[in-house]
Antibody, heavy 119, light 109 residues
Framework: EVQLLESGGGLVQPGGSLRLSCAAS????????MSWVRQAPGKGLQWVSG????????AYADSVKGRFTISRDNSKNTLYLQMNSLRAEDTATYYC????????????WGQGTLVTVSS | EIVLTQSPGTLSLSPGERATLSCRASQSVNSRYLAWYQQKPGQAPRLLIY???SRATGIPDRFSGSGSGTDFTLTISRLEPEDFAVYYCQQYGGSPLYTFGQGTTLEIK
C-alpha cells in the first residue's frame, strides 16, 4: 500500500523558514517524480514544485521560485521542501504527491501538513 | 500559462440525478495530460480520471470523462450520497508545469 506521510508544518513568523518532509513507503521511491501541492484555507489546489526521480530535474511555481527548495533522499525514501522567506500568502496545507510518469497525474497524495505564516 | 476554468462553481443536485461538470482551458491541452480529482472536507484529493477519459483504479463506472482540445467534461451518471464533494481538473504542460481548475462544488439539493 502506497503511503505518503508529511511532517514539519507549523506556525512561523513572516520571513521565517520551515522544512517539510514526506516519508514514502509501499512503492519504489526512486522510480517516481514527486511533487508538492498546496491548498490555502478554503481555496483550490496549487502545484508548488516537482523533482525528477534522479533529483536533478527540478521545477517551481513562479510564486515560490528563489524562496523554496525541493530535494529528495532516495536512500531514505524521503522528499523535502525547504521554505525560506515565508509570507502570509504561503499559509496552506502542503501535500506531497506521487506523479504518474506516462500521464502526469498525481496518483497518490499524503494527508497534508499545515503551514501557517503569521505574526 | 494554461488557465483552467471550471463551471459551474456550485452544482446543486439530488441523489440519483446526473451531474455534468465542465473544465475549459485557455489554450489547447493534450488530452493525455488532463485529470480529474475529487476532494472531500478534511481529506486529500483523490484521483478519478486520467488521460481525460480513463478511470483510475477502484473508481465506480458512474464516473466518466470526455473531451479534447480546450473543453473537457466529468460526468457522474447517477449521484450517490458519497459523491457530494469538490471536483478539480488538472493539466500538465507549459509554465507552470501543472495547473488546476478552481473547483466545482457538488452539493446536495
Amino acid at each position: 500500500e502506497v503511503q505518503l506521510l508529511e511532517s514539519g508544518g507549523g506556525l512561523v513568523q513572516p520571513g521565517g523558514s520551515l522544512r517539510l518532509s514526506c516519508a514514502a513507503s509501499g512503492f519504489t521511491f526512486t522510480n517516481y517524480v514527486m511533487s508538492w501541492v498546496r491548498q490555502a484555507p478554503g481555496k483550490g489546489l496549487q502545484w508548488v514544485s516537482g523533482i525528477a526521480s534522479n533529483g536533478i530535474t527540478i521545477a517551481y511555481a513562479d510564486s515560490v521560485k528563489g524562496r523554496f527548495t525541493i530535494s529528495r533522499d532516495n536512500s531514505k525514501n524521503t522528499l523535502y521542501l525547504q521554505m525560506n522567506s515565508l509570507r502570509a500568502e504561503d499559509t496552506a496545507t502542503y501535500y506531497c504527491a506521487q506523479r504518474n510518469g506516462d500521464y502526469a497525474y498525481f496518483a497518490f497524495w499524503g494527508q497534508g501538513t499545515l503551514v501557517t505564516v503569521s505574526s | 500559462e494554461i488557465v483552467l476554468t471550471q463551471s459551474p462553481g456550485t452544482l446543486s443536485l439530488s441523489p440519483g440525478e446526473r451531474a455534468t461538470l465542465s473544465c475549459r482551458a485557455s489554450q489547447s491541452v493534450n488530452s493525455r495530460y488532463l485529470a480529474w480529482y475529487q476532494q472531500k472536507p478534511g481529506q486529500a484529493p483523490r484521483l478519478l480520471i486520467y488521460g481525460a477519459s480513463s478511470r483510475a483504479t477502484g473508481i465506480p463506472d458512474r464516473f466518466s470523462g470526455s473531451g479534447s482540445g480546450t473543453d473537457f467534461t466529468l460526468t457522474i451518471s447517477r449521484l450517490e450520497p458519497e459523491d457530494f464533494a469538490v471536483y478539480y481538473c488538472q493539466q500538465y504542460g507549459g509554465s507552470p508545469l501543472y495547473t488546476f481548475g478552481q473547483g466545482t462544488t457538488l452539493e446536495i439539493k
